[in-house]
């Protein structure tokens, strides 16, 4: 399997691979409306795209697009955005897999840089993102959706995986000692089939386990805001 993987901060746009399951039917139009929504709202907007899916976003309305490669950044004036690597397939039909990137981001807005992993499986690049990207504050990594592991560990972390993902950031990352872990991809649609509410029970156990730092770890509420000083 090929390892592929892209909220508004100001005026800038993230947008992610074009993944088969999310572009079926109503979820594809439902993401085909809200980018439609935005661009006419904010024509103005910059967009940080993977490559291959700037057009699926200019076809949509979107004039500020720039696609980036694994590794490649991306000014955008008041935010900076790096391309990092993830693991998962991409594609909206059986007969275009694969013909997109898939990947991840470190956002940098001021001094603070935070990554988003996406949607991933557990790879070994965590630790040379935070050594090429970082200093890393905050990862927001994914947890769920994850049952039964033979078929979905090559494109989706489990709590464990997640944590060990963590620990690989932290080992490239000058500031783990002060990094924060907010777990995402969890609680929202049932994909799989773990309960939905088990993943940060799982999280926290391994957590603990690890005797990582519990000040490091924030789980947060639908509609919880973390901030930091």
Same mark, same amino acid.
């Given at each position: 399997?090929?390892?592929?993987?892209?909220?508004?901060?100001?005026? !800038?746009?993230?947008?992610?691979?074009?993944?088969?399951?999310? /572009?079926?039917?109503?979820?594809?139009?439902? +993401?085909?409306?809200?980018?439609?929504?935005?661009?006419?709202? $904010?024509?103005?907007?910059?967009?940080?795209?993977?490559?291959? !899916?700037?057009n699926f976003l200019k076809e949509r309305g979107a004039t500020n697009? &720039?696609?980036?490669?694994?590794?490649?950044? %991306?000014?955008?004036?008041?935010?900076? #955005?790096?391309?990092?690597?993830?693991?998962?397939?991409?594609?909206?039909?059986?007969?275009?897999?694969?013909?997109?990137?898939? %990947?991840?981001?470190?956002?940098?807005?001021?001094?603070?840089?935070? $990554? /988003?992993?996406?949607?991933?499986?557990?790879?070994?690049? $965590?630790?040379? +993102? #935070?050594?090429?990207?970082?200093?890393?504050? #905050?990862? +927001?990594?994914?947890?769920?959706?994850?049952?039964?592991?033979? $078929?979905?560990?090559?494109?989706?972390?489990?709590?464990?995986? #997640? !944590?060990?993902?963590?620990?690989?950031?932290?080992?490239? &990352?000058?500031?783990?000692?002060? %990094?924060?872990?907010?777990?995402?991809?969890?609680?929202?649609?049932?994909?799989t089939d773990e309960p939905l509410d088990e993943p940060p029970h799982?999280?926290?156990?391994?957590?603990?386990?690890?005797?990582?730092?519990?000040?490091?770890?924030? !789980?947060?509420?639908?509609?919880?805001?973390?901030?930091?000083?």
């Open positions: 399997m090929r390892r592929l993987f892209s909220s508004p901060a100001h005026d !800038v746009m993230r947008h992610r691979q074009s993944d088969s399951k999310y /572009f079926k039917s109503d979820c594809r139009w439902r +993401i085909t409306r809200t980018v439609a929504r935005i661009t006419k709202t $904010f024509p103005a907007a910059k967009w940080a795209a993977p490559l291959g !899916v700037g697009v &720039n696609t980036r490669d694994w590794w490649e950044a %991306c000014d955008l004036g008041l935010v900076s #955005a790096f391309c990092t690597p993830a693991q998962h397939f991409s594609g909206r039909y059986p007969w275009n897999r694969n013909a997109t990137l898939w %990947c991840g981001w470190v956002i940098e807005i001021g001094s603070h840089r935070v $990554f /988003f992993a996406g949607d991933t499986g557990l790879h070994p690049e $965590f630790k040379e +993102i #935070a050594r090429r990207c970082g200093p890393i504050d #905050a990862a +927001i990594l994914p947890i769920g959706a994850y049952e039964p592991r033979w $078929f979905m560990q090559p494109v989706h972390m489990n709590p464990e995986d #997640a !944590v060990l993902a963590y620990q690989a950031l932290s080992a490239g &990352n000058a500031h783990s000692n002060q %990094c924060v872990f907010i777990p995402s991809h969890w609680g929202t649609f049932r994909l799982r999280l926290r156990a391994a957590w603990t386990a690890t005797k990582l730092p519990e000040s490091q770890l924030r !789980v947060l509420q639908l509609g919880e805001t973390f901030e930091r000083g």
